[in-house]
C-alpha cells in the first residue's frame, strides 16, 4: 500500500518578486490564525493549492489570480520524492535532484504518468460509453480534499471541471473502493455485448417462426405437375413476346405521363393569366432563367414574348398561344391514350393464351421453393437455437462473475450504512432520514451548523470503507479547508475535531485549517505541526519567502 506526503509548498508570483513557502510533516498538520482576525490571511489559498498543483482545478477566490501563480510542490510516495510544477497549464516532474523526468500540457498525459507513480488512477466509461478511459487527475482526489465554501453534503464540488463525464459519483466512489475495476468494466461491456447479441437471434427466431407458419400455409393445395420441363420451355418462348409488348406500354405510358403533366401546367398557367388579366400594373417580372414564370416549363421564342410584355394586349395573344399549346397537347394525348388501350387489350388477349402454362408452372415452382425454403429454415432454426443456447450459457457465466462484485459493492454499502447511522447518532443529525443513508449513492443535505458537519462524516465514512475493503490503493493526504466554517457551537465544535483527529486513518497525513486553534484542547491527539499565519489579509506571499527560495526556481530553469 502505497502514501503520499506533502513535504513542502512553494507558491511564487515571478512579476512582484513574492513567494509562500509551507513545510508540513507527516501526521497532522494544522494551519491556523488569529481567533479574532485571521480570515482572508491565506489559509484556503495554501490548502486548494496542493491538489491544484497535482493536476485538479480547485476553486479559487476571485481576489486570487491562479493563473500568474507557479506552483512548487515537494512530495514523497513512499521513499520515492517528486517535485511536481504547476504553471498555468504547464506541468512538469522532477526527481530528488531536480532533473526532469515529464512535462505536459495535457492533462490526460499527466494522469497516466501519475498513475504510473500512484499505481491507481479513475478510469471511466467515455459518454458514448464504448471504452474505458483514464480520468483526469482530479478524479483521483475527490475523496480527500474539502472546501470550506463546497461543503453541500454527499455532492463532490470542491473542484472544477467535473461535469464532463455523466453520474460519475458512483463510478468514481466504486473506483476507489477498488470494485469497480478493469474487469468490472470489461464485464459489464462483455454482458452488455450478449444481451445484444440475444436480443438479435431471438429476433430473428421470430422471424424465422413467423415464416415458416406463412409457407406451411402456402403449400397447402399446391401439387407439382409431372411434365414441368416441357411447361417451362413453351413459357421461356412465350415470355420473350411478352416482354416486347410489355416494354412498349411502359414507354407509351412514360409519353401519356409527361403529356399529362403538361397539360397540368398548361391549365394552371391559363388560370394564372385570366385571374390576372384585369390588373392594370405589370404581372411577369424579368427572369434570367430558361423557363416560363407561367407554366415553368423550357421555352425559346414564348420566353422572350413574356419578358417583353408588359400591355394588356399582350397577354390576350399570351392566352391564344397557351389555347393552341393545350389543343395539341390534348391531341397527343388523345392518340398516346388510345395507344395504350389497344395494347392493353393486346396483352390481355396473350396473357390468356398463357394463363394456363404459366399458372401451372408458377405453383410447380412455388411448391418446390417453400419446401426448400421450409427446409432451409428449419436448418437455420437448428443453429439458431444453438447460438441462443450459448449465448445464455456464455452470459450466466459472466452474470456469476458480476455477482462477485456486486457482493462487494452491497458488502460496502453495509459498511456505508453502519458508519453513517453511527456518525449520525453521535451529532445528532435528526434531519438526515435513515433512508437516505442506506446506499452511497443517495444525497442527502443537512442546514445551518450540521451541513459542515454532514460533509465532513461524509467523506470520512468514504474513506473509512476505502481503508476496509481496498488495501491496494494509494492513501493521499487529507485535506480539510475549515471544517468549522458555521459557526456552531463549542460543543459541536469540538466534538467535530476530535471526529477527524481520532476516525482518521493510519498512514493518512492530514491537513486542516481553523482560527485560532489550540492544542491543548486536544490532549489525546499527536498535533505533529501548526502552522501559524499572522501576516496582513491577502497578502500571503512575501519578499522574503521569495529570496530565500529564487534558488529552486533557477536550478528548475536551468534544467527545463
Not at 509 to 514: E, G, I
Request: a negative charge; proline letters at 1%; hydrophobic letters at 35%.
Amino acid at each position: 500500500m502505497k502514501s503520499l506526503y506533502l513535504n513542502t509548498l512553494y507558491i511564487f508570483e515571478y512579476r512582484n518578486r513574492l513567494a509562500k513557502r509551507v513545510d508540513f510533516k507527516k501526521g497532522i498538520n494544522v494551519i491556523t490564525s488569529d481567533k479574532t482576525n485571521g480570515n482572508d490571511v491565506g489559509k484556503s489559498v495554501i490548502l486548494k493549492s496542493v491538489y491544484h498543483t497535482l493536476g485538479a482545478d480547485s476553486i479559487f477566490d476571485s481576489k486570487w489570480s491562479a493563473i500568474e501563480k507557479t506552483y512548487l510542490l515537494d512530495i514523497n510516495v513512499d521513499d520515492v520524492r517528486f517535485l511536481v510544477y504547476r504553471s498555468g497549464e504547464l506541468f512538469r516532474i522532477y526527481n530528488e535532484k531536480l532533473i526532469k523526468l515529464f512535462n505536459t500540457v495535457n492533462r490526460r498525459e499527466l494522469s497516466e504518468y501519475l498513475a504510473e507513480i500512484y499505481g491507481f488512477s479513475v478510469k471511466l466509461p467515455n459518454r458514448k460509453q464504448e471504452t474505458l478511459e483514464i480520468t483526469p487527475p482530479v478524479y483521483s482526489y475527490l475523496l480527500n480534499y474539502v472546501d470550506q465554501d463546497q461543503m453541500n453534503g454527499t455532492k463532490f464540488s470542491s473542484f472544477k471541471n467535473l461535469g464532463q463525464y455523466a453520474d460519475y459519483k458512483e463510478n468514481v466512489i466504486y473506483n476507489h473502493f477498488g470494485i469497480f475495476n478493469d474487469q468490472y468494466y470489461s464485464l459489464l461491456r462483455k454482458i452488455e455485448e450478449l444481451k445484444q447479441q440475444d436480443k438479435k437471434y431471438k429476433d430473428e427466431k421470430l422471424i424465422i417462426e413467423n415464416m415458416l407458419i406463412r409457407v406451411k400455409k402456402y403449400l397447402e393445395g399446391l401439387d407439382a405437375p409431372i411434365e414441368l420441363d416441357s411447361l417451362k420451355i413453351e413459357l421461356e418462348r412465350k415470355k420473350e413476346e411478352y416482354s416486347d409488348i410489355v416494354l412498349k406500354l411502359k414507354k407509351i405510358k412514360n409519353s401519356i405521363v409527361k403529356l399529362r403533366n403538361d397539360q397540368f401546367d398548361l391549365e394552371r398557367s391559363i388560370a394564372d393569366l385570366s385571374t390576372k388579366q384585369s390588373e392594370e400594373t405589370k404581372i411577369y417580372s424579368k427572369t434570367h432563367s430558361n423557363r416560363c414564370p407561367v407554366c415553368t416549363q423550357e421555352v425559346d421564342e414564348l420566353d422572350v414574348r413574356i419578358r417583353s410584355s408588359n400591355k394588356i394586349e399582350d397577354y390576350f395573344i399570351l392566352k391564344d398561344e397557351l389555347d393552341s399549346l393545350m389543343i395539341e397537347v390534348n391531341r397527343k394525348l388523345h392518340i398516346k391514350e388510345e395507344e395504350y388501350r389497344n395494347l392493353l387489350n393486346i396483352l390481355e388477349t396473350y396473357e390468356k393464351s398463357l394463363n394456363m402454362n404459366e399458372s401451372v408452372i408458377s405453383n410447380s415452382i412455388k411448391h418446390m421453393g417453400y419446401i426448400e425454403t421450409q427446409e432451409n429454415m428449419i436448418r437455420e432454426m437448428g443453429v439458431l437455437l444453438g447460438k441462443i443456447e450459448l449465448n445464455e450459457t456464455e452470459k450466466s457465466i459472466y452474470d456469476k462473475k458480476i455477482k462477485e462484485f456486486n457482493d462487494q459493492k452491497k458488502k460496502a454499502n453495509v459498511f456505508y450504512q453502519e458508519y453513517m447511522t453511527d456518525s449520525k447518532i453521535k451529532f445528532g443529525l435528526e434531519e438526515i432520514g435513515d433512508e437516505k443513508i442506506k446506499n452511497i449513492t443517495q444525497n442527502y443535505e443537512a442546514r445551518g451548523s450540521n451541513r459542515a458537519i454532514a460533509t465532513i462524516i461524509w467523506y470520512f465514512n468514504l474513506l473509512k470503507i476505502k481503508n476496509s475493503i481496498n488495501q491496494n490503493f494509494i492513501k493521499f493526504p487529507l485535506i480539510l479547508d475549515s471544517p468549522n466554517n458555521v459557526e456552531s457551537d463549542e460543543i459541536k465544535e469540538k466534538a467535530l475535531f476530535e471526529f477527524i483527529f481520532n476516525d482518521i486513518t493510519k498512514d493518512t497525513q492530514l491537513v486542516l485549517s481553523t482560527l485560532g486553534f489550540d492544542e491543548r484542547e486536544y490532549e489525546d491527539v499527536k498535533i505533529d505541526n501548526i502552522i501559524n499565519l499572522n501576516n496582513d489579509k491577502y497578502h500571503v506571499l512575501n519578499s522574503k519567502d521569495y529570496e530565500e527560495n529564487e534558488h529552486i526556481l533557477k536550478l528548475i530553469f536551468e534544467e527545463s
